[in-house]
């Protein structure tokens, strides 16, 4: 069964900054096309970035551009989500999501099979 599990999340300042990790067991994790989504309290899943199985390819959210850098370690079968700059409103449950296979990097949700449990981040001002 595949199950993404992510890990980082936590409390911090606006400002400062967070990395999330994702890593997968019972999935090529690494010819897949993975994202990263976030829903807040009271508001659907948005997409925040996305990535291709080699890397080469990337896609962001306009709110999360310029701040926050996803990458992966095929090595390592593990995504992350490098977040600087952080607001209040980046205050979100995120959400590691992986494709069924090698797809253009997308936005939308239904494209993304296996979905993690999330963690939490909290941004305070």
């Known amino acids: 069964q595949v199950q993404p599990v992510e890990s980082g999340g936590g409390l911090v300042q606006a400002g400062g900054s967070l990395r999330l990790s994702c890593a997968a067991s019972?999935?090529?994790?690494?010819?897949?096309?993975v994202a990263w989504f976030r829903q807040a309290p009271g508001k659907e899943r948005e997409f925040v970035a996305a990535?291709?199985?080699?890397?080469?390819?990337?896609k962001y959210a306009d709110s999360v551009k310029g701040r926050f850098t996803i990458s992966r370690d095929n090595t390592k079968n593990t995504l992350y989500l490098q977040m600087n700059s952080l607001k209040p409103e980046d205050t979100a449950v995120y959400y590691c999501?992986?494709?069924?296979?090698?797809?253009?990097?997308?936005?939308?949700?239904?494209?993304?099979?296996?979905w993690g449990q999330g963690t939490q981040v909290t941004v305070s001002s």
């Open positions: 990535i291709s199985w080699s890397g080469s390819s990337t």
């Open positions: 019972g999935l090529t994790f690494n010819s897949v096309t």
């Open positions: 999501a992986a494709a069924p296979v090698s797809t253009v990097v997308t936005s939308t949700p239904n494209n993304y099979r296996y």
